[in-house]
Structure formats: C-alpha cells, structure tokens
C-alpha cells in the first residue's frame, strides 16, 4: 500500500527521530497518520478501503484523524455518545468528537461510534468517514496550553451519511480494534518524548555550567549535578521499558500492561524533568525564549492524551490481578 513493509520498531526509531524537533506538534501530528488513525484499517480494513484511504494516507496526499474522545468521554471510550445507524447501505452519524488532532484539516476520520444498543464493549465500530461530506462541522481550533502548532478541533455530525462500505472489518469490534490502536499511539507517544528529554537535560547543562550565582556556577552545586545524572538515569531506564515492550509486541505478544507502564511512566517523567530543568534555568525558564519552557508546556499532554495516568494505573493493576475484571 505504498509502504516500505518494515515492523513495528522502525515506526518507533522514527518516532524517537522526529523528538529532534523542537516542538511537540509536529511529531504528534505525524504520529496520528502513521500510528493512530491507521492501525485498524491496515489489519481489519477490506482491500477497497485500504485503496481509497491507506494508500493516500502514507503517501501523505491526505491527512487523516482519529475521531475518539467526546465532551463527556475522554479516557472512558465506552461512554461514548456518537450514533451511526445502519439505514440501508448507509450509516447515519449523529453526535460530535472533541480534541480531534488535525481535524481542521483532515482529509478523513477513522471514527468510533455506536452501531448499535448493545454492551458498551460490543456496540461500537470503527468507520472511515471523509470530512467533506453534508453534515460534517468543524466547530473550532481549540486554544490550548501547548502543542500549539497543532490543528485540535472540535466536530459535530449532523445526519452526515457514510456508505456502510466504509465500516472497517466487523459491526460492534470498534472498541476491541482501537483498544488495540491504543497500544502503538501509547508506544510512539513514549518515544517521542526520549529525545527531547534528553535535550533539555543537556541543554540545562549547559545553560547551568555557564550561568553564575554567588559567584560560582549553578551546576557546581551537588544538588543540581546530581539530580541532572538522576533525571538522565530515568529517560534510559524508560528507553529500555520501551524497546523491550515493542520487540515483545514484533514478536506477536500482548504488550498491554507493559506499553501501559512505560505510557504513565513517560508522561510523569516529562513532568518532572522538564518541572526540574526548568527550576534551574530561573526566571529564563519562566520566558518563552527558550526550549525548556515550550516543552514545559507541550509534553504536559503525555499524561492527559491517548489515556490518562489514571487509566493506565488501573490498566496495569487488572494486569496485575489487584482489581476485578469487568
């Protein structure tokens, strides 16, 4: 489909790659088209779907989105609200999405919606929804704390009608396929924040190593060299979570409690690296001069997106058997 035919780990060398970016919108804007709206059609979609939207998709013709998140239902997927009922050969949506990346934009939408009045888990589907059809309401672009280079939009659908065709693989499967989406976004999420971790730790480094108080430079004090090599420990102990979770999903293995912790593990780490690094830059760190304080702002969303730290703590106790299953 246009692709070069690699595994899943050469997505995330590019995904690691793309953190030399000195911002965090555009890595997530590629993230989405390559590893968040895209998985379930590539392994469940049919062939003339694949054609009509996966080969143009990779080949970056047109921009894609992921319609998940609603107004009442974040994290909580299975309390979404979106209607697509089956009239003839086809559905008709109603509802809205919200914190839709590239929605202002998108060409299409990989949508989840309730096909039917079933189980919550067993009641949804996943259908490819192009954004230029009557009905389709791009409300706003959404103002945010960061990743303000990114297009995040808010959408209602209005009776906007879709050929049933356009249903990737089976009615009521949508809440298993994009739980399994869940697993690459999370992953690419995590490394996409390595690289510019690392890069604000050096850059502290230098910035403190320069930057004279009460005669000395910051860095020659213990506590800030020593929480420097701590902060640096972290982001390696975090790239070894992620490489072992993604060779253990290349070969074929459930990576859903693992991908979860190095998900909660990362958007902590990002707050605190970059809460720390900031602290030494003084008030620099407080001005939008400098790369600490943007990232300050734009990996604060590593604990929100894709699922929040709460979700992934209660994720990784049912793994752990603390929790009853539901």
């Given at each position: 489909y246009g692709g070069m035919g690699l595994d899943f780990s050469y997505s995330i060398a590019v995904a690691e790659e793309l953190g030399n970016i000195r911002c965090g919108g555009v890595p997530m804007a590629v993230g989405v088209q390559a590893g968040m709206a895209t998985p379930a059609l590539t392994r469940f979609g049919s062939e003339e779907l694949k054609k009509q939207f996966l080969v143009p998709t990779i080949a970056g013709d047109i921009v894609a989105c992921l319609g998940i998140s609603e107004a009442g239902a974040g994290s909580d997927v299975a309390n979404i609200k979106t209607t697509a009922v089956r009239k003839g050969d086809e559905y008709v949506i109603n509802g809205g999405k919200m914190w839709t990346t590239s929605g202002c934009q998108a060409d299409w939408m990989c949508l989840l919606a309730n096909t039917s009045e079933g189980p919550p888990h067993r009641n949804k589907s996943l259908i490819c929804l192009p954004m230029n059809l009557p009905g389709v309401h791009v409300a706003k672009r959404i103002d945010k704390l960061g990743m303000r280079s990114s297009d995040t939009a808010q959408i209602f659908f209005e009776d906007v009608r879709v050929p049933s065709k356009n249903l990737i693989g089976e009615e009521g499967k949508g809440f298993t396929y994009q739980m399994l989406q869940f697993q690459e976004e999370r992953l690419w999420g995590v490394a996409t924040?390595?690289?510019?971790?690392?890069?604000?730790?050096?850059?502290?480094?230098?910035?403190?190593?320069?930057?004279?108080?009460?005669?000395?430079?910051?860095?020659?004090?213990?506590?800030?060299?020593?929480?420097?090599?701590?902060?640096?420990?972290?982001?390696?102990?975090?790239?070894?979570?992620?490489?072992?979770?993604?060779?253990?999903?290349?070969?074929?293995?459930?990576?859903?409690?693992?991908?979860?912790?190095?998900?909660?593990?990362?958007?902590?780490?990002?707050?605190?690296?970059?809460?720390?690094?900031?602290?030494?830059?003084?008030?620099?760190?407080f001005t939008s001069e400098v790369l600490v304080s943007r990232f300050y702002r734009d990996l604060r969303l590593m604990s929100i997106g894709g699922g929040t730290d709460e979700t992934m703590l209660s994720i990784i106790c049912k793994y752990m058997e603390t929790l009853p299953s539901k």
């Open positions: 924040v390595l690289t510019p971790l690392e890069t604000i730790i050096k850059e502290t480094i230098d910035y403190t190593r320069q930057r004279k108080v009460f005669d000395q430079p910051v860095l020659h004090n213990q506590a800030v060299h020593f929480r420097l090599a701590e902060l640096a420990t972290e982001v390696e102990l975090l790239r070894s979570l992620l490489h072992r979770t993604v060779a253990l999903y290349v070969e074929g293995n459930d990576v859903t409690k693992f991908a979860s912790m190095a998900k909660l593990k990362a958007g902590r780490l990002a707050r605190e690296v970059t809460d720390n690094c900031l602290q030494f830059w003084g008030g620099m760190g």
